[in-house]
């Protein structure tokens, strides 16, 4: 039985493994997929464990192919199942994006609601952690994209933990993108908190001069940044967003109206990245609030570059001051 | 004292000059063979010897392994040197190595040699934080060196990223190799200087490039061929059953070399496959046979017959080396999680290097003075390797914009200007101080 009690110290990725602990524990139709989560415990060991307590017929040792990994996974779900699976790497997910684009997502509105596929992906994504190719990619908008897909991404353990019960829970299939360069970081996880709802973004920092919007990797950036900002006397406000689809644009809207001013941050790149989908809403939604034009931070249009590169190509305190700096120019 | 490889090696770009004469050879037909051209590389002259070596044998040959007549469902290998180095008599494979020289068998060696020691010496790399990562072949050197040996100049080698090896093989400089693992570039030399592809992480996918470009070779008419190496884990790729399908559609001439380490990562190959992996070969209708990967005369006699039937237009065949993963997948990996010692130790009788020392030195093909001056050259090796990667510079930051498009794009300029002007913002801050 899992316990429900208070982690004072917990690593993100334990999060994860406790939350899946837990729903394999509490949902008899809850499966863990993927290359290498059995006995290893998957690359980043977030699996770690799970196996050994729950068998091989719940924490299921894949074949190499992620086609096939998403694909069964779908039967499964219209099984009964509730399958949680693993993307190795962010790169990796492409041999799957037909199933999950054609498939996964479109089941539900073809079947007129009939067919429930609550189907989990997993994927360690972002950069950060010197990887070589393949290992450091940001893919969340060509998911968030597709009508049919929920696509959410955790900043910190005790998210990651809630985030993913509430995953699991969904009937609609989501796109769980984890923040593998924090998969170290550590934070307080309540087990007994009850959370909020998974698609809503949260205020980590309130500000007055400006709001900085990011989810994942990014926020604990942000907040560096807003710290940074703070000693030359700028008052920046923090929104991690938590979901990039559904997006919560009334709270995005709400803090804008107050700072007037905006800047995105994400690691993906800022073409067609969700930044531009931000910017697009809140100037619709807050043009006559707005001071300055909604400001993007994010990667290149150019492939993610060898890792002794990742650093000019990533959003930096720098880069984000920078941008902070051009609106308030404005 | 040289520290290439081998084999005498002219850049060339692809296969289409040897187009015309023989493209009329490119049928199905089992019997429409001819001469292989004469070519500059020593082992491939070879391989035409032991081809017209063959060519009575040719038709029980092919009745035996070719078409789509199924072999025994015992996995049966293909073994020309025991673990003790004893040559066995192999009716079949015999006549594509009957041409070997002492001098080659000393080359095999060396190259193997060589190869193990290159590898260390990059995995030491790795753990003094030159390399963020390296992906070990130690074991897998036989399989390597003798299907890399195969090869004719104008062959097409496409690779996964553990095929160190076969890039020794095809002249590729080694240092070349390390530039992805330290991560300043995500190539780092010129496919077509060597007919060597760059390496492919995401698994599987080469084996369709490979499929595809040897499609072009038969479109060219040449009497090139085309080898695709991956693992065990791979096989189970659907890029990997689709391009088994495509080259048995279009009858490319194309070798499927896969190193069954008995690893993809943590899992086992029984997680892949209920059925040996060569016997994929038959559903789809050409042949597949399992060699000793850690033999390396076996290695080069099967993957000689496979690349013959490709020239000679009997298209695909699938060639399982039978080998053993003797390190971790990468230096990242944690093998003691998931195997146990005692298998490596079981394999560590098979060494594919010490196997064909014994051969050596049984046969009097080399002395103590061949074996003392490879381990001298092999010093040399490694110094210079430490010394090149200890070199290597970290790309100019502008290198992000570079070639992401061969005709450009607006994008891409405008920002690489704002970077530009970004980073100048630092210059004037600095110089303003
Ligand atoms: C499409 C894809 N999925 C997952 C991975 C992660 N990965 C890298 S190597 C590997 C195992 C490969 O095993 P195998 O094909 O047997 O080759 P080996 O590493 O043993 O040489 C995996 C799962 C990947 N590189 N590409
Ligand atoms: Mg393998």
Redesign the pocket.
């Known amino acids: 039985m899992a316990e429900t009690v208070t982690f004072k110290n917990m690593a993100l990725a334990k999060a994860i493994n406790e939350s899946l602990r837990r729903a394999l524990d509490t949902d008899p139709k809850v499966l863990v997929m993927g290359?290498?989560v059995g006995k290893l415990g998957g690359v980043f060991r977030v699996t770690d464990g799970l196996q050994k307590d729950f068998g091989e017929s719940r924490v299921i040792d894949t074949p190499?192919a992620?086609s096939g990994i998403v694909g069964t996974a779908i039967g499964l779900a219209l099984r009964g199942y509730r399958p949680v699976v693993e993307i190795?790497?962010d790169?990796?997910v492409f041999?799957a994006y037909d199933q999950i684009v054609t498939q996964l997502a479109k089941m539900h509105a073809r079947s007129l609601g009939k067919v429930k596929l609550p189907v989990v992906v997993r994927i360690p994504y972002g950069g950060g952690i010197g990887a070589v190719e393949?290992h450091s990619e940001s893919p969340e908008s060509l998911f968030a994209h597709v009508a049919g897909l929920k696509v959410v991404s955790p900043s910190n353990a005790s998210d990651a933990y809630w985030m993913m019960q509430q995953a699991i829970q969904s009937d609609d299939p989501v796109i769980f993108f984890e923040p593998k360069r924090r998969y170290w970081d550590k934070a307080e996880v309540n087990t007994e908190a009850i959370p909020g709802p998974l698609h809503t973004a949260r205020v980590v920092r309130e500000g007055t001069d400006l709001t900085l919007v990011a989810y994942g990797p990014m926020v604990k950036l942000c907040q560096e940044v807003a710290d940074a900002a703070a000693e030359e006397g700028r008052s920046l406000e923090v929104l991690d967003l938590r979901s990039v689809s559904p997006l919560d644009f009334d709270a995005i809207q709400a803090s804008v109206e107050k700072t007037r001013r905006l800047v995105v941050v994400h690691e993906a790149p800022v073409f067609f990245g969700s930044g531009a989908e931000i910017a697009a809403r809140i100037t619709e939604r807050c043009f006559y609030h707005l001071e300055a034009p909604v400001l993007r931070v994010g990667g290149y249009h150019a492939p993610y570059p060898p890792a002794r590169l990742e650093e000019s190509y990533l959003p930096d305190l720098d880069r984000v001051l920078d941008a902070v700096d051009r609106s308030l120019a404005y | 004292m040289t520290v290439e490889s081998t084999a005498a090696r002219t850049p060339r770009r692809s296969a289409g000059s040897d187009a015309g004469a023989t493209g009329a050879q490119r049928t199905t037909s089992t019997t429409a063979k001819k001469a292989v051209p004469a070519k500059k590389a020593t082992v491939a002259k070879k391989a035409s010897a032991a081809k017209k070596a063959s060519a009575a044998k040719k038709a029980p040959a092919a009745r035996k392994t070719g078409g789509t007549k199924p072999r025994s469902a015992e996995p049966h290998l293909v073994q020309l040197l025991t673990p003790e180095g004893e040559r066995v008599r192999n009716a079949e494979f015999d006549p594509y190595v009957s041409g070997v020289t002492p001098e080659e068998f000393r080359g095999l060696y060396r190259d193997m040699v060589l190869t193990r020691r290159f590898d260390a010496e990059a995995t030491a790399l790795q753990r003094q934080g030159e390399l963020g990562l390296w992906?070990s072949l130690l074991g897998q050197e036989a399989a390597q060196i003798g299907s890399g040996r195969a090869l004719r100049d104008d062959d097409y080698v496409f690779p996964?990223?553990?095929e160190h090896g076969v890039a020794w093989c095809r002249g590729v400089d080694p240092t070349n190799l390390l530039g992805m693992f330290r991560g300043v570039n995500n190539g780092g030399w010129d496919p077509n200087s060597n007919n060597f592809h760059l390496y492919t992480?995401?698994?599987?996918s080469q084996a369709l490039h490979a499929t595809g470009y040897a499609m072009g070779v038969a479109k060219d008419g040449a009497d090139s061929a085309v080898i695709a190496y991956?693992?065990?884990?791979?096989?189970s790729?659907g890029d990997v059953a689709e391009a088994f399908t495509f080259s048995a559609v279009y009858n490319a001439p194309v070798v499927f070399f896969c190193?069954?380490?008995q690893?993809?990562?943590s899992e086992p190959t029984e997680k892949q496959s209920r059925v040996p992996l060569y016997q994929r070969a038959q559903g789809f209708g050409f042949p597949g046979l399992r060699v000793d990967g850690n033999d390396v005369l076996a290695n080069l006699a099967v993957t000689r017959w496979a690349l013959e039937r490709a020239r000679a237009g009997e298209g695909p065949t699938l060639i399982e080396a039978f080998t053993y993963?003797m390190g971790a997948?990468t230096t990242s990996d944690d093998p003691t999680r998931y195997r146990h010692d005692d298998e490596r130790a079981a394999w560590e009788a098979k060494d594919p290097i010490l196997r064909l020392r014994r051969y050596l030195e049984s046969a009097h093909h080399a002395d103590e003075g061949f074996f003392a001056e490879l381990e001298i050259e092999s010093e040399t090796l490694g110094k210079r390797v430490r010394e090149a990667v200890r070199a290597m510079k970290d790309p100019d930051h502008f290198a992000i914009f570079e070639n992401a498009y061969a005709d450009g794009h607006a994008l891409v300029d405008e920002e690489r200007a704002q970077f530009a002007a970004y980073q100048a913002s630092f210059a004037d801050a600095d110089g303003g101080k």
Do not use: C, K, M
Request: net charge negative.
């Open positions: 290359e290498d190499l992620e190795q790497f790169g990796f041999p393949h | 992906a996964t990223y553990r992480i995401v698994i599987g991956f693992g065990d884990g791979a096989s790729q190193q069954n380490n690893w993809a990562i993963r997948h």
